[in-house]
């Protein structure tokens, strides 16, 4: 839903809330109020009602006394005289007094003279015809006024004792007097009160009631009130009650109502300028600002921009958002730069150049490109002995002397890591040549890096365009090609990738080193056990695991044909990992299978010993298959120790401080130094198998093994003999107590081959 679309919602569903709000809650409470005012109304004119009945009430009574207590009534009573009933009751004293009987008894309650007038058609009726004399008897003793229920009408009565004016005498006799309550007198009280009364002469109340009126809403327009006068001779009661429109509650009502249409209108009318007001001052900016920000996002153009309207906070976001557009468009810009170039050295990156190199390519498909791929040599030993910083510090170096080097128009980017590219295009080799040279001669300056100055050697490898490939990928990878086998004739120089391209150990190392990627990916390496004797040859107190490559097409090759291709791949470090974690595996089993004496050794690369990885990786697998670490021995070779002596002291010395023991391997091939036994603290000196050569027939050879052994033994050091192949061999070394290992004994063989072996000797 559109903005607009929501705001005309939620304006829709505001208003109508309150509307709601108002009808349920508020209406309620207001019609209340109105039912209230008119109950009010309605009781009052009950009063009303009731105070005119009354009022007849005491104009009876006063008419009764003023008759009772006159000498001439007083004389009456006495003397019976007629005139006095001549003079006073005519038809008239009925009518000017609005009564319709009188009665006269005497001292003895006897009646004197009674008489009853309809003041409808002025004719007389017997008294006894309307009431029971019985009902007169409680209005004997004293004045009295009331209403009696007759028997055709309710009656009002009032009674007083006869006495002259003046004189203080007793009483000869009482006067009554009666109004009969018929349609005439209700009539004349409803002219009096303005109301429509009506007369219902005998009903029953609820005893329990105590209200002597009653007010009753009969539908939505009529409501009805009512009094309630009690008969003094039965229980029953009279009732005047009148029925009127309910005025104050419609009236009410139809003014909530009109104020619910007026106030829909209202809100109609505001809703439709409160939208249109949003529409123009903001709706309309955010629906520009949308679009603007849509339209980017499918034109990818930052140079957009939004014109602020306003100082407020839509203007606020508008000028924000362009601010933010500002930020992309530079940090596009950063990211380009980033993606571009290489942010050590400020050369244009591995992506960037191919880009360019491709790009040159195709502007001129005849022109001739040579590409030279330069890697420094021994780069790392800078990197293991002065650290990544002055490392980063000599790529610097050399990389501003590749550009010095070159004109603009040729390309110089960084491959990564050491590795350096150039695409340049020349047309005579013989100025190739020229180049190379002067690169080697460039590069060869010494560097100083703080206190140590280094000489710099790269090696090069040069392909050039169409003969040796006809995309900038294939050049490069070619060019690299030939850097490697300038790398292996000896560094420092350049080889042509077509000199190199027809040689057969070169098709042979490339093959192997395709196959050697799958083969990891493949698990087509398997470990074989050679195992390790003591006790003159009797038990076998240890195993060196010997990784080997089962080819699936060529079959078992031997270590020494792919360990080089995978040191220089960079591949060595895991199959070294998988090498420990599958020894240990192996040796875990074969203690659990009672054999818990037997030790380890495997052998290590100088990569592995420059990773403190290696390192973490040996300590977790020993706590994984929860090996003890005197079990394992690490054998380190001793043409390593020459090259990367401080770095494997340190790796050797972490090593046994988790209690590894550490083996050095081949001793007596190299540069043999008894320095070494001292540096890197070695447990254990496996010497190599060219002292076995002679023995025993070569004394000078004896002599010096006899020495070495001497020494270790002197220095607690633990010696293992390689190379033991003849039974003659055998029995002079196991006169000298050492440790053997060799064909005499056992060829590597696989873990059930090994198990056989320790089934029948250990």
């Known amino acids: 839903m559109k903005l607009k679309g929501k705001v005309i919602v939620l304006s829709i569903i505001s208003v109508t809330s309150l509307l709601l709000f108002l009808f349920l809650l508020v209406n309620p409470l207001l019609l209340e109020r109105y039912r209230d005012l008119e109950e009010t109304i309605m009781a009052e004119n009950v009063k009303r009602v009731e105070n005119a009945f009354n009022n007849e009430i005491n104009r009876l009574s006063m008419i009764v006394r003023d008759y009772a207590v006159w000498d001439d009534t007083y004389e009456f009573i006495q003397d019976k005289n007629e005139d006095y009933i001549r003079s006073n009751w005519v038809d008239d004293t009925f009518l000017s007094n609005q009564i319709h009987m009188v009665l006269y008894f005497d001292e003895n309650e006897d009646l004197i003279y009674e008489k009853g007038l309809n003041l409808n058609d002025e004719t007389t009726f017997d008294i006894a015809d309307e009431i029971d004399k019985e009902d007169l008897v409680s209005f004997y003793e004293t004045r009295k006024s009331g209403l009696i229920a007759g028997k055709e009408h309710p009656i009002i009565l009032a009674s007083h004792r006869i006495y002259p004016s003046l004189k203080n005498q007793t009483s000869t ?10 349609d005439a007198l209700v009539d004349r009280i409803a002219d009096n009160v303005q109301l429509p009364l009506v007369i219902e002469e005998q009903i029953i109340l609820d005893t329990e009631s105590s209200n002597d009126y009653n007010i009753q809403i009969l539908d939505k327009e009529k409501v009805q009130g009512s009094t309630y006068f009690t008969y003094d001779n039965n229980l029953g009661n009279m009732e005047l009650s009148f029925i009127v429109d309910r005025t104050v509650y ?46 980017i996002q499918e034109t990818r153009d930052l140079r957009k921009r939004i014109v602020p309207r306003g100082k407020d906070e839509v203007g606020t976001l508008e000028h924000g958002f362009n601010q ?16 571009m170039k290489d942010s050590l050295t400020g050369l244009p990156n591995r992506r960037h150049f191919v880009d360019q190199l491709n790009k040159m390519l195709e502007e001129d ?143 042979n190392y490339v093959t192997l080193e ?30 060196e695991a010997l990784v080997r ?121 190299g540069l043999s130094s008894l320095n070494y036994l001292k540096e890197i ?38 010696v293992v003999t390689e190379g033991v192949e003849t039974k003659q061999q055998f029995e002079y070394i196991a006169n000298q107590n050492h440790k053997m290992q060799g064909y005499y004994f056992s060829h590597p063989v696989l873990p059930d081959q090994l198990e056989e072996q320790l089934r029948r000797l250990n």
């Open 681 to 718: 603290k070695v447990t254990q000196l496996k010497v190599d198998r060219s002292f076995m050569r002679r023995i025993p027939e070569d004394q000078y050879d004896c002599a010096l093994l006899s020495g070495i052994c001497t020494l270790c033994e002197k220095l607690n050091i633990e």
């Open 324 to 339: 933010m557009l500002d930020s992309l468009k530079l940090s596009q810009h950063e990211i380009q730069e980033l993606a």
């Open 514 to 543: 395709r196959e050697l990627k799958q083969a990891l990916k493949n698990k087509e390496f398997v470990l074989y056990y050679q195992p390790i004797f003591s006790d003159g040859g009797k038990v076998i107190s240890g195993v």
């Open 365 to 507: 498909s005849q022109q001739k490109v040579t590409v030279i791929f330069l890697d420094i040599d021994l780069f790392k030993r800078v990197n293991d002995t002065l650290g990544h910083y002055s490392g980063d510090k000599l790529l610097q170096e050399l990389s501003a002397r590749l550009k010095s080097c070159f004109a603009d128009n040729s390309l110089v980017g960084r491959w990564g890591g050491d590795e350096f590219v150039i695409a340049m295009t020349v047309v005579d080799e013989s100025a190739i040549d020229k180049k190379a040279e002067e690169l080697l001669k460039s590069i060869s300056d010494p560097v100083e890096l703080g206190s140590f100055v280094f000489d710099i050697t790269m090696s090069m490898g040069i392909s050039q365009y169409p003969e040796d490939g006809t995309t900038g990928e294939s050049l490069i990878q070619n060019a690299d090609i030939a850097m490697y086998e300038a790398k292996r004739s000896g560094k420092s120089q350049f080889k042509y990738y077509r000199d190199i391209k027809q040689l057969s150990y070169f098709q």
């Open 250 to 295: 419609q009236s009410g009502s139809d003014i909530l109502t009109w104020f619910y249409i007026f106030y829909g209108i209202i809100s109609v009318i505001l809703t439709f300028f409160i939208v249109v007001i949003l529409d123009k001052y903001f709706i309309v900016r955010l629906k520009n600002l949308s679009n603007e920000i849509k339209y």
């Open 173 to 182: 006799g009482i006067l009554i007097m009666g109004i009969i309550v018929d």
């Open 549 to 669: 490559w089962i080819h699936p097409e060529k079959g078992l090759i031997p270590p020494f044909e792919f360990i080089t291709a995978a040191e220089e791949m960079g591949i060595m470090p895991d199959i070294g990992d998988w090498v420990l974690n599958e020894g240990l595996r192996q040796l875990h089993q074969w203690h659990t299978l009672g054999y818990d004496k037997l030790t380890l050794s495997i052998n290590a690369s100088k990569t592995q010993m420059m990773d403190d990885r290696f390192f973490k990786e040996v300590s977790e697998k020993l706590r994984e298959y929860d090996i003890r670490p005197d079990r394992l021995g690490i054998e380190i070779t001793e043409s390593d120790v020459c090259d990367y002596l401080d770095k494997i002291t340190e790796f050797t010395t972490k090593l046994k401080q988790l209690g590894v023991k550490i083996s050095l391997d081949d001793f007596g091939v």
